[in-house]
């Protein structure tokens, strides 16, 4: 299903850059995807095989009035192929592909406290000249890693954080008991 997923949203991306409309489309794309997700019953009805491709096809245009025609024709294929349950990752794999294309990457720093914001600017400016890319900055506080951060940046995890160190202490002293 995912490779199904890759070959959907790579289609539909390369059609939106062709076209310019790169940020339009992955909006529309979430907002369809997202009401979907909050309401149930619209999902149960495009998801459906009870209810024919004609039905859902003349639903669509009614659900996403003012909608681009390349997203419209996008669905429209999509329940046709009868493909409209990967919606969510057709839509994970554009965002990907848009952050990709922008060269965008996500940075979360989690600290057991607050860190103020030119710390966290900071640091997040650092990373993204290290790794030549335009940084997307998320900060949380989770007061169960005792101290130090644990950085996440794009799919890697740098954990400098005590409760880690403590683990492996742990793990080390209990390997030397043994």
Not at 32 to 58: I, M, N
Not at 149 to 164: C, F, K, M
Request: charged share 30%; proline share 2%.
């Amino acid at each position: 299903m995912e490779e199904l997923a890759q070959v959907y949203a790579r289609s539909l991306f390369q059609v939106a850059r062709e076209q310019g409309k790169l940020d339009e489309l992955r909006e529309q794309l979430a907002q369809f995807a997202d009401a979907l997700d909050e309401h149930r019953q619209l999902a149960v009805f495009f998801f459906s095989p009870y209810f024919s491709t004609a039905e859902k096809q003349e639903a669509l245009g009614r659900v996403l009035e003012g909608a681009d025609e390349i997203l419209l024709n996008f669905l429209a294929l999509l329940i046709e192929n009868h493909r409209m349950p990967v919606i969510f990752r057709i839509r994970d794999e554009y965002e990907r592909l848009w952050e990709e294309e922008n060269k965008l990457l996500p940075v979360e720093i989690t600290s057991a406290i607050e860190l103020d914001q030119q710390t966290t600017e900071s640091l997040g400016r650092t990373i993204g000249e290290r790794a030549g890319r335009k940084v997307t900055l998320a900060a949380r506080v989770d007061p169960d890693i005792l101290g130090g951060i644990v950085l996440r940046v794009g799919n890697s995890i740098l954990d400098a954080s005590i409760r880690n160190r403590l683990e492996q202490l742990r793990r080390h002293v209990a390997q030397g008991a043994s």
